[in-house]
């Protein structure tokens, strides 16, 4: 049955319609993932520094790619501010971190050892430490929002590809996605009062390629106080 849209899926609609390059396309190719995302060799690695929310034991390091751009005799890697080059490419506000960011590499405070999140191919396009969950069961967790499969086949990784929800501890250790396979996250929140993360999701159910108005969305949340920590989907039109 299909569900009503929220505002924030409007804008969705609103931004697809404005682009006639489909966020999924439908093929049969044996191909592995990361034989058809292309890699860019001008690319630099970098890594900005380290990341760490007050209370927690480990600090988080950034990183990413930038592509030099050559001015003269001098190679400029970016700009944090006007007129000032440096590494911003990951941007905090509070418990939030949002970037375009290639891994994270996690460090406890009493050790020289990085472990990195994930040894995938993916992009990283935002992490958030859920609080109020530390303060109430001890639980350090970080949620996430990633880019992790070219769905559009242009074989590269951008804001044209599903995006999904992703969940690990403190430490990076049991990084897991949430939201099901080749459906869009269309919004997600922490409601702090039960220490839960609630989502929505669209799902492309007539397979043209977009998110509008024909396909379904699905409705989740993740109880952390629970064991399971399973996700459970549930359906606030009907119920």
Same mark, same amino acid.
């Given at each position: 049955?299909?569900?009503?849209?929220?505002?924030?899926?409007?804008?969705?609609?609103?931004? $697809?319609?404005?682009?006639?390059?489909?966020?999924?396309?439908?093929?049969?190719?044996?191909?592995?993932?990361?034989?058809?995302?292309?890699?860019?060799?001008?690319?630099?690695?970098?890594?900005?520094?380290?990341?760490?929310?007050?209370?927690?034991?480990?600090?988080i390091h950034p990183i990413g790619q930038y592509t030099p751009e050559e001015r003269g005799s001098k190679i400029y890697l970016g700009s944090s501010s006007a007129g000032s080059s440096g590494l911003a490419f990951a941007y905090r506000s509070g418990n939030s971190i949002s970037g375009n960011l290639d891994n994270l590499k996690f460090q406890h405070i009493?050790?020289?050892?990085?472990?990195?999140?994930?040894?995938?191919?993916?992009?990283?396009? $935002? &992490?958030? &430490?859920?609080? $109020?969950? &530390?303060?109430?069961? !001890?639980?350090?967790?970080?949620?996430?929002?990633?880019?992790?499969?070219?769905?559009? !086949?242009? !074989?590269?990784?951008?804001?044209?590809?599903?995006?999904?929800?992703?969940?690990?501890?403190?430490?990076?250790?049991?990084?897991?996605?949430?939201?099901?396979?080749?459906?869009?996250?269309?919004?997600?929140?922490?409601?702090?009062?039960?220490?839960?993360?609630?989502?929505?999701? $669209?799902?492309?159910?007539?397979?043209?390629?977009?998110?509008?108005?024909?396909?379904?969305?699905?409705?989740?949340?993740?109880?952390?106080?629970?064991?399971?920590?399973?996700?459970?989907?549930?359906?606030?039109?009907?119920?």
């Amino acid at each position: 049955m299909k569900q009503l849209l929220t505002p924030s899926f409007f804008l969705i609609l609103l931004l $697809s319609c404005s682009d006639p390059q489909p966020r999924v396309v439908y093929d049969n190719t044996s191909d592995t993932f990361e034989d058809q995302i292309l890699i860019d060799t001008s690319a630099i690695a970098l890594a900005g520094l380290p990341i760490h929310f007050d209370s927690t034991t480990f600090l988080i390091h950034p990183i990413g790619q930038y592509t030099p751009e050559e001015r003269g005799s001098k190679i400029y890697l970016g700009s944090s501010s006007a007129g000032s080059s440096g590494l911003a490419f990951a941007y905090r506000s509070g418990n939030s971190i949002s970037g375009n960011l290639d891994n994270l590499k996690f460090q406890h405070i009493d050790s020289a050892e990085l472990l990195p999140l994930t040894d995938n191919q993916l992009k990283i396009r $935002s &992490f958030t &430490f859920f609080r $109020s969950a &530390f303060h109430a069961s !001890k639980k350090e967790t970080l949620i996430y929002t990633v880019t992790d499969k070219d769905s559009n !086949k242009d !074989k590269k990784l951008d804001d044209r590809d599903i995006e999904s929800l992703y969940i690990s501890s403190i430490d990076g250790q049991n990084f897991r996605k949430l939201s099901p396979d080749s459906h869009e996250l269309v919004e997600w929140k922490v409601m702090e009062i039960q220490d839960r993360i609630y989502f929505i999701t $669209s799902e492309d159910i007539d397979k043209n390629g977009e998110f509008d108005q024909s396909d379904q969305l699905h409705y989740y949340y993740l109880d952390l106080k629970s064991d399971s920590m399973d996700v459970v989907e549930y359906n606030p039109i009907n119920n």
